[in-house]
């Protein structure tokens, strides 16, 4: 059989479900896909997701670090900061970066870290 990858899904690390679900969810416009826990009390993991863009959220201690930066790129993004601008989100605003990969919008979360969302030159 022959090796084939078939995407990645980076884990980042969350300290608190109600924050990370306002800016994963309310502000960036993704969907739970899943959730999961071992009891009510213990950490969550979960899938969020938007389109093709798939995260994974953990409050668990061994997942991930905070101030991970995850690159994604995608089309539209001056459309998207332009929806993200709209939110009016009280914690962050974005701005359109150019340089010589494209242009982006990086989004930090409330627990440190990065989303880069960037549509590269063509």
């Known amino acids: 059989m022959t090796v084939t990858f078939r ?8 300290f608190d479900w109600a924050k990370a679900h306002a ?6 416009g993704c969907a739970v896909d ?4 071992f009891a ?18 953990s409050e668990h201690h061994g997942d991930g670090t905070p101030g991970t930066a995850v690159y994604v790129e995608l089309d539209g993004v001056r459309e998207l900061h332009a929806e993200l601008t709209a939110k009016e989100y009280p ?12 242009l982006s919008v ?3 979360d409330p627990f440190g870290n990065q989303v880069r969302l960037s549509q590269p030159v063509d």
Do not use: C, K, N
């Open 91 to 102: 914690y962050l605003r974005p701005g359109l970066e150019e340089d010589e990969i494209g």
């Open 7 to 14: 995407r990645t899904v980076p884990v980042l690390r969350v």
């Open 23 to 28: 800016f994963y969810v309310t502000y960036l």
């Open 34 to 37: 899943w959730e999961h826990r």
């Open 40 to 57: 009510p009390d213990l950490p969550r993991y979960a899938q969020v997701s938007r389109g093709a863009l798939v995260l994974h959220l």
């Open 106 to 108: 990086t989004l930090l």
